[in-house]
């Protein structure tokens, strides 16, 4: 007490107190600088073309392969759950060595694409234009020698096939084409034939900076695209480079592509927190399917909380700058998000 005025005048150590604004849930919640909403959300699903029961993926617990005939069923539930939208992948009853069945217009995906805008018109649905689903030796391309004689991804070849997925797939009722093989140029490529076919609302989302990851390895089940012989290094991007990144996001905005996406996503936060101050673009992240098997492996064994892992890791991707994510962990994330 101050001796003359009696004013308390003793300073108390310490002063500045950031744990005021941990104490209840109600001012946590006040100054929470990032959210997780369900609309933020986008659920991967896989489509065969022949299948008539769901088959369970036995890397990737709570994820099948499902028929087409579930598609209308898998839209209710989407919306249901309030999420931002899907992304469909398709398996083909045959393949072959340019991946053709990929611009099939009666394929599993433009198929599903069709019944779930029926069964729920204003569902968000978005198509992954890729080959290796739908070539006989599983690379996102088409092959040729190159001048010592190995076989190759030809990059120009590949465009073709690319852009006339991407069409049958927009002519179908897809909102959204998302691009994933890193091949140069498809960006520019999917937007030219789309145009050319007077589709001009359909939106390019680019899974612009991927990287050649061990992450991708329950998808290979599940999407039955595991390289025959090689690995895909020669077309993803090095896991070592940062600077690239913006080097791919940059050529793919000018190409057109109205939003970016980064892949995977918790080992390149760094990587999503720079494209997102480089580009105006909306940012998406791709929390892959090695990421959901790790999560799966250690709740299922007692070692973390799965709820809360996994609504720990969803904020965690946002908050380094992505705007929506591609889970699998979508639905139940919804539910518990609440
Ligand atoms: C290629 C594609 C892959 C994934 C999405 N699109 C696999 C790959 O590049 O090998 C991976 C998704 C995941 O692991 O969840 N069509």
Known sequence: VH????????????TKRPRRLRRTPAIRALVRETTLTPTDLILPLFFHETLTEPRPISTMPGVAQLP??????????????GIGGVILFGLPKEKDPIGAAAYDPNGPVPRAVKAMKDAVPELLVITDVCVDEYTDHGHCGVLKPDARGEMDVDNDAT??????????????????????????????ALRRALDAESLTSTAILSYAVKYASSFYGPFREAADCAPKFGDRAGYQMDPGNAREALREAALDEEEGADMLMVKPALTYLDILAKVREASPLPLGAYNVSGEFAMIKAASERGMIDERRAVLELLTSIRRAGADFIL??????????IG
Not at 329 to 334: F, G, I, S, V
């Open 159 to 188: 465009l073709e096939v690319l852009a006339r997925a991407a069409v049958v797939h927009a002519q179908a009722g897809a909102d959204v084409v998302a691009p994933s093989d890193m091949m140069d140029g498809r960006v520019g």
């Open 327 to 336: 889970t699998y962990h979508a639905l139940d994330a919804a539910r518990w």
């Open 68 to 81: 087409v005939a579930e598609a209308a069923a898998q839209a209710r539930l989407a919306k249901e759950h």
């Open 3 to 14: 001796p003359r005025c009696g004013w308390y005048a003793r300073a108390v150590f310490p």
